[in-house]
């Protein structure tokens, strides 16, 4: 089946500090991922849909300057956190857009000190 | 926001039929209803999914109701390695999934 991957699996970082985690599929060309981000023992939130070679749409709620997504070429796209703080520590997942489904990573353990 | 909803756990024999349903009461016509399992601190899994016809593959058995409103994901032989919370989900314009609740599935040896 279509491979998903996420760099970092974990980060630990300093308030104020930005984190970029980057999401790949590996054997396949999606021109459509989504990030996700899940909470402690809550379900996963859709945060952006992000289209090769254009802006991401960002869901209500979500801070596009604070989330700032960047999806170059068909296989990578890439979540940067900026000026985390606590509030942001949270499970950071992507999916990537197969022919009729869609496709998720490991995930990213982001904490902020 | 999420088109389903679910029983928050259910608990299955090892070895016996798991049955989770799925309500999904206002699915458009052309809307799919997928399938996904997370297994703790990792990404979903995909199972299955389908539109109308009941659908099986090598994991499970999905059964859709004629009037769509509901379906019913089966997993044939339960085993331990199927404790996961299972999704449900409508899958809306642009591809994207809005994520309900889940059911939390616990096999029992």
């Known amino acids: 089946g279509a491979v998903v991957s996420q760099h970092p699996s974990w980060v630990i970082c300093k308030s104020g500090t930005s984190v970029k985690i980057e999401c790949r599929s590996l054997?396949?060309?999606?021109?459509?991922m989504f990030w996700y981000r899940q909470f402690p023992k809550q379900s996963l939130m859709l945060m952006a849909t992000?289209?090769?070679?254009?802006?991401?749409?960002?869901e209500q709620g979500v801070e596009k300057d604070k989330f700032l997504i960047n999806h170059a070429s068909l296989t990578l796209s890439t979540l940067t956190v900026t000026s985390a703080h606590p509030e942001d520590s949270s499970f950071y997942i992507c999916s990537a857009q197969g022919i009729d489904t869609q496709y998720f990573g490991p995930g990213t353990r982001l904490t902020v000190l | 926001d999420a088109k389903t909803t679910q029983p928050p756990s259910m608990d299955c024999a090892e070895g016996r039929a798991a049955n989770l349903p799925c309500n999904h009461s206002?699915?458009?016509?052309?809307?799919?209803v997928y399938w996904y399992r997370q297994i703790h601190s990792q990404g979903p899994q995909y199972i299955i999914h389908?539109?109308?016809n009941n659908e099986t593959n090598e994991m499970a058995s999905l059964i859709i109701t004629e009037d769509r409103k509901s379906s019913t994901l089966i997993l044939p032989h339960a085993t331990l390695r199927d404790t996961a919370v299972y999704y449900c989900?409508?899958?809306?314009?642009?591809?994207?999934?809005?994520f309900g609740t889940g059911t939390s599935l616990t096999v029992i040896p």
């Open positions: 206002t699915i458009s016509g052309n809307e799919y």
């Open positions: 989900i409508v899958r809306v314009a642009r591809n994207q999934f809005y």
């Open positions: 992000s289209n090769e070679g254009s802006k991401a749409t960002y």
């Open positions: 389908g539109l109308k």
């Open positions: 054997d396949f060309q999606a021109t459509t």
